[in-house]
Nanobody
């Protein structure tokens, strides 16, 4: 059974940094692209970043490009989102999501429960 468990998010000041991790199990981790998706209060889902199974290719939404960095450790079945220079508009529930296959544009077939990130002074 597929499980995706995000680490605890937290509160950061504008300009600060936070690191999210997602522990995956129940599938061949390296054979699947992974994504981070967020949902701000009162808004729809926003794809944030994706990474292919081998970890070589990474993609970012324009809203986070240059501030957020995605990585994965296939030996540990984890995917990480390093978030820097946080803005209040980064406040959202962040979800780790498994892509159906190793192509970032494929749909997501499993989701974690999400972790709250709040950026406020």
């Amino acid at each position: 059974q597929v499980h995706l468990v995000e680490s605890e998010g937290g509160l950061a000041q504008p300009g600060g940094s936070l690191r999210l991790s997602c522990a995956a199990s129940g599938f061949t981790f390296s054979a699947n692209a992974m994504s981070w998706v967020r949902q701000a209060p009162g808004k729809g889902l926003e794809w944030v970043s994706g990474i292919y199974g081998a970890g070589g290719e990474k993609f970012y939404a324009d809203s986070v490009k240059g501030r957020f960095f995605i990585s994965r450790d296939n030996a540990k079945n984890t995917v990480t989102l390093e978030m820097n220079n946080l803005l209040p508009e980064d406040t959202a529930m962040y979800y780790c999501a498994k892509v159906a296959g190793d192509y970032c544009l494929n749909p997501h077939d499993y989701w974690g429960r999400g972790t709250q990130v709040t950026v406020s002074s």
